[in-house]
């Protein structure tokens, strides 16, 4: 694609630095850029590193504008907003937030990398589809960050359902329209995309991240309401622990029952469950609370 000279010229941002100030380490940022058909424009800059959380983090340069009105024209933001208004777990507590500048914690290394990674919501309002983002792929050339994606399906799901999915280092651009997810601001419709880090693993067709050792197994009833149980292989027939984590990683039960498990208490979304038999090892599944 060919940009006007006048969006080529855009400062554009993305590196990789060990910058610390005041206890936060920011290891990498990126410049997430948008056009509309009118030709309108925004970004936004993504990053993770030490210290970061998946709110409003100041010493990271975030500020949260969630007060200040829309433009008139598009206007991309980070938000909790959406995963605030259907009662995500982990969102539901923090305060609503918006903000241009967005960093996360950084996953690279960490032993909860498997079941973890930063999922980032994007807000877009008032844009005149399609709208094209661009960014810079060779910075995504990296083994903890050649999974990172943006896309219009939780990076939770499923991505063969529908929508898109960019693999930010496999190219460079996207040309999308309005999504199915969305919500509405009084009078402004919020069309909802999400933004992730994290290595290949990340890319599989089951959307959470499944450790290549792991066997799978089914949960049902599909969609699961108030219990669950499971189709297991027979290695895994007394399972000694049931630990159940939401999309963000954050293990939300656990339980040694393995018949009939009570998740009432769960809210609606898509889980990872992983089950440890007595000789250590782990399987995993994924299912929807309803």
Known sequence: MIWPVNFRNLVVTGFVILLTIQGFTQQFSYTLQFKDAAGIKDSLVLGYGTGATDTIDPGFGEGNIIQQAYSNTMDVRFSNVYMKQIGWYGTAQENPFNTKTQF??????????SYYFPVIEIDIVHAQYPVTARWIKSLFNNSCRNGSVFTSVHPGGWWDTGGFRAILKDQDSVVF???????????????????????????????????????????????????????LPPE????????IYNITGQKVLETREYRNVNISGLTGGIYLLRITNQQGKQGLARFIRE
């Open 236 to 243: 895994f027939s007394s399972p000694v622990k049931v630990e």
């Open 104 to 113: 996360v914690p950084d996953f690279c290394g960490t032993d909860s990398a």
């Open 177 to 231: 329209n309005h999504n199915v997810y969305h919500y509405m601001n009084g009078s402004d419709t919020v069309y909802v995309f999400w933004a992730a880090f994290g290595d290949s693993t990340i890319l599989q067709q089951e959307g959470l991240v499944k450790p290549i050792s792991c066997p799978y197994f089914s949960v049902y009833p599909v969609p699961a309401g108030n219990t669950i149980s499971f189709n």
